[in-house]
Antibody, heavy 116, light 111 residues
Framework: QVQLQESGPGLVKPSETLSLTCTVS????????WNWIRQPAGKGLEWIGR???????YYNPSLKSRVTMSVDTSKNQFSLKVNSVTAADTAVYYC??????????WGQGTLVTVSS | QSALTQPRSVSGSPGQSVTISCTGT?????????VSWYQQHPGKAPKLMIY???KRPSGVPDRFSGSKSGNTASLTILGLQAEDEADYYC???????????FGGGTKLTVL
């Protein structure tokens, strides 16, 4: 079955850019939407955005000015960049697939801490 | 503050039933049939339990069911089991500007 795995630096300095990649295995990246969701410690889930295999992207309005998503179909990967990060961006970041608006499956998540 | 409102916590004894509510507006829950429910155990990724209000993914026990009335969606769990103890989140499509919103989550305790 399809599996997703997030990867990237676990520590980012304030004002710098957070960069994560999600690698999809066991299935093609084509034909689905690919999402990023984050969860600060002890708090709820926040949808960051999604990108289609064609490259069309849709972002949470509250993060849109700082977020960029991209997809690399040749590597079966998609990526997230969040610029000008602050401590408020510290969270576990998940990637997930969707057909319409359900999110399944999810990656295991990766903790990103913003600190100097 | 989350876009969708869920009770902070609910509880029930093994074998009992519980219902978790998720209240939004006509711009999200009430306007579309794209409500999903996720179960999250501590330290784990969320797992899809219900999608499109009432649909259950393969492998999810039929003890879990979803419904919607107006701007409020509900997740009902019949015959509570110890392994159901977890956090539950609802989400909804919210139109072509906001896209997807989550509830704040509900902690289910099995007594």
């Amino acid at each position: 079955q399809v599996q997703l795995q997030e990867s990237g630096p676990g520590l980012v300095k304030p004002s710098e850019t957070l960069s994560l990649t999600c690698t999809v295995s066991g299935g093609s990246i084509s034909g689905y939407y690919w999402n990023w969701i984050r969860q600060p410690a002890g708090k709820g889930l926040e949808w960051i955005g999604r990108i289609y295999a064609s490259g069309s992207a849709y972002y949470n309005p509250s993060l849109k000015s700082r977020v960029t998503m991209s997809v690399d179909t040749s590597k079966n990967q998609f990526s997230l960049k969040v610029n000008s990060v602050t401590a408020a961006d510290t969270a576990v970041y998940y990637c997930a697939r969707s057909d319409r608006w359900e999110l399944e499956p999810w990656g295991q998540g990766t903790l990103v801490t913003v600190s100097s | 503050q989350s876009a969708l409102t869920q009770p902070r916590s609910v509880s029930g004894s093994p074998g009992q039933s519980v219902t978790i509510s998720c209240t939004g507006t006509s711009s999200d829950v009430g306007g579309y049939n794209y409500v999903s429910w996720y179960q999250q155990h501590p330290g784990k990724a969320p797992k899809l339990m219900i999608y499109e209000v009432t649909k259950r993914p393969s492998g999810v026990p039929d003890r879990f069911s979803g419904s919607k009335s107006g701007n409020t969606a509900s997740l009902t769990i019949l015959g509570l089991q110890a392994e159901d103890e977890a956090d539950y989140y609802c989400s909804s499509y919210a139109g072509s500007y906001t896209f997807e919103v989550f509830g704040g989550g509900t902690k289910l305790t099995v007594l």
